[in-house]
């Protein structure tokens, strides 16, 4: 082959690898992100969430990298300069994204950093993480998660579980009372508590005492078990918001629970294979999800998690590889177990640590 023939095959191979990027970068996968939350992505996908931030922490400040993101999405120089100098070994595209999800309770759009990305040319960032596949499994688990709480069947909802959960939401809104009128709150802190069956019992009798106050301050408890028939309508918008409004999120701790939020591969058991526990396990691994993102986003401060365990439980938990290695877990209350009385004396020194370093939602 001459040079002039190698030259035209050569400049047609470019022309089409050239066509070929052309196409990819049209991106036209992001539209299928509406509706999704970063809080959603980097829950379900803590990896993906890792290189995200360490490639727009290294990245060159010639304003493409995470201090533009950060100012599109509404933070100030001050800001942006805070999350630089005080990020810790997070980084500072975590300690901005910390500062922009205090200034949503909906959660940040993973539509609108998508498109803040292609705006900036980011498409080492769009083609590195496979952004589409995550969509498509966050939808996909979505619309499992819907199928397994409608194979739950409830007879009726018990209205003061009801009126309890709304009373939560309405003493930890954020939104400015009437003028001149002074609001008093209905609890004195609130808790979003998750519990797996084996431990069941133990959890309903925590969760009455710390409702009944008896003097201390009543303490509400969101349940997720008393609330699945809420959940039907859309599980990780509700999750989110409710994980946003309350103090502390209370995990009871027990072995079928520890295998729940290590994941379906570490438990050896598929989400279709529980019935209706399914749901309830669904939805304990995505709390725990969204409390374990946190807790890196603060630069491991645990600040709202507030593990509990019965006694009966107490050494096999404790023993647990993951309770012994994950800081979110390690200071974990230990509670005696419940006799005849429906008053337990540990579970009251529970409650007071928690009116005592109780804090603002974020």
Request: hydrophobic share 40%.
């Amino acid at each position: 082959m001459d040079i002039s023939n190698q030259k035209a095959s050569l400049e047609e191979e470019l022309l089409d690898e050239l066509s070929q990027e052309t196409e990819r970068r049209k991106y036209d996968w992001v539209e299928s992100a509406a509706g999704i939350t970063w809080e959603m992505f980097s829950a379900a996908f803590p990896k993906h969430r890792l290189w995200f931030f360490t490639l727009l922490d290294i990245s060159l400040d010639d304003g493409t990298g995470w201090q533009q993101l950060a100012q599109n999405f509404g933070l100030n120089a001050d800001q942006i300069k805070w999350c630089s100098k005080f990020c810790g070994p997070a980084g500072p595209t975590s300690a901005a994204f910390y500062k922009l999800q205090q200034k949503t309770h909906d959660g940040l759009s993973l539509h609108h950093i998508l498109h803040h990305l292609i705006s900036l040319g980011r498409h080492d960032l769009l083609s590195r993480i496979p952004w589409q596949q995550c969509i498509d499994k966050l939808k996909e688990d979505a619309h499992k998660l819907k199928e397994e709480m409608h194979d739950v069947s409830y007879c009726e909802a018990r209205e003061h579980d009801n009126q309890d959960a709304a009373a939560v939401q309405e003493s930890t809104t954020l939104s400015a009372p009437h003028k001149n009128v002074k609001k008093t709150p209905a609890y004195a802190c609130s808790v979003l508590l998750i519990h797996a069956s084996d431990a069941q019992q133990f959890a309903v009798k925590l969760c009455a005492q710390l409702r009944a106050g008896g003097g201390r301050g009543r303490i509400g408890v969101l349940l997720l078990q008393e609330q699945e028939h809420v959940l039907l309508q859309d599980p990780h918008s509700l999750l989110y918001k409710w994980f946003t409004q309350v103090d502390y999120i209370v995990p009871v701790l027990s072995p079928e629970l520890l295998r729940q939020i290590s994941g379906w591969s570490a438990a050896g058991v598929r989400p279709s294979t529980l019935g209706g526990r399914g749901a309830t396990a669904l939805l304990n691994r995505f709390v725990y999800r969204l409390t374990l993102d946190q807790y890196v986003a603060m630069a491991a401060r645990n600040k709202r998690c507030r593990p509990v365990v019965s006694a009966f439980h107490s050494k096999q938990v404790c023993s647990n590889e993951l309770v012994r290695s994950q800081g979110l877990l390690q200071v974990v209350t230990v509670c005696d177990d419940y006799t005849d009385s429906p008053v337990n004396p540990s579970v009251e020194q529970f409650a007071h640590l928690l009116l005592k370093t109780a804090i603002v939602p974020l």
